[in-house]
């Protein structure tokens, strides 16, 4: 059995539809104990109950990001219940949520604000809120999900592709603040990844055309994410910090 985060307590926004189900379910197989926090509180609820019926400790929470309230008592409900957090994952973001794609000048400026709101400013709150319990923990862990759409470039999503590209300068500029409370931040980027909400908007031959692009040449599936969450949470990876970490079957190369 995977003990490499038994006494650790991670929380993962986003943590009740999609690939952050598959983060909360890794890094509770790994001996975490896990708050789900979803701004669909039912959801996160059900996937915490599930992880009890397999004997984890697990809580599903309510929350948006992108509110500074709901944030804090995401971190304060964390705190109460389990005594401490270790891991942030920061999972959370508008993504199909801003569909249809269309060329930038048809963006509405105020889906722009929207996706900045969410999967920037939402970042910084869960930051904010859980850096005291981080710092005590000294094993503090802050994981931001960006995407490899910022090294493709790619087009007609630029409000989507910008708040990910924000999401580096983050990560690095905020390891260089934490870092000497011991505190490691990095980022995940993913490649185009069959999710429930991935799969119900783009068409499955976009998905085999990326899998031909790759050097492993296959669809990405959220399993693919979860080793590299559960690495980067744990001691093995206390000495990387500021760092991305593209895991799209090498689609593109850094
Ligand atoms: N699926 C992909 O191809 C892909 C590729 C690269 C990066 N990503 C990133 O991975 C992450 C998960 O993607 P996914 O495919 O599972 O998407 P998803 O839309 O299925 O999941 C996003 C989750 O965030 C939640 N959420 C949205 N707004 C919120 C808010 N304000 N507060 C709290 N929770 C909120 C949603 O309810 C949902 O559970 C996102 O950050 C996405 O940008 C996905």
Not at 92 to 110: G, M, S
Not at 134 to 144: E, V
Not at 156 to 170: E, M, S
């Amino acid at each position: 059995m995977d003990e490499r985060l038994a006494g650790r307590v991670a929380v993962v926004t986003g943590g009740g539809k999609g690939i952050g189900v598959h983060y909360v379910q890794g890094l509770a197989r790994a001996g975490a104990r896990v708050a789900a926090a979803d701004i669909d509180g039912a959801a996160a609820e059900g996937v915490a109950a599930r992880l009890r019926a397999e004997g984890a400790d697990a809580l599903g929470l309510t929350v948006d990001v992108s509110d500074a309230q709901s944030v804090d008592r995401m971190v304060r409900q964390v705190v109460e219940r389990f005594g401490r957090l270790d891991v942030l994952v920061n999972n959370a973001a508008l993504f199909t949520a801003l569909f249809p794609q269309r060329p930038f000048y048809e963006l509405d400026p105020a889906a722009w604000d929207r996706a900045l709101a969410v999967n920037v400013k939402g970042l910084f709150l869960c930051a904010r809120a859980a850096y005291p319990h981080l710092r005590a923990s000294g094993h503090g862990r802050i994981i931001n999900i960006t995407s490899d759409t910022v090294f493709s470039g790619m087009p007609n999503f630029l409000h989507y592709v910008t708040t990910k590209g924000a999401v580096i300068a983050f990560t690095r500029a905020l390891a260089r603040e934490v870092g000497q409370d011991g505190i490691t931040v990095n980022a995940l980027a993913p490649g185009l990844t069959a999710s429930d909400s991935a799969a119900s908007v783009y068409p499955a031959e976009l998905f085999e055309t990326r899998a031909q692009n790759r050097a492993i040449k296959r669809v990405e599936v959220p399993e693919d994410l979860v080793g590299t969450i559960v690495f980067l949470a744990s001691d093995e990876a206390a000495f990387i910090t500021g760092q991305t970490l593209v895991v799209n079957g090498g689609y593109t190369m850094h």
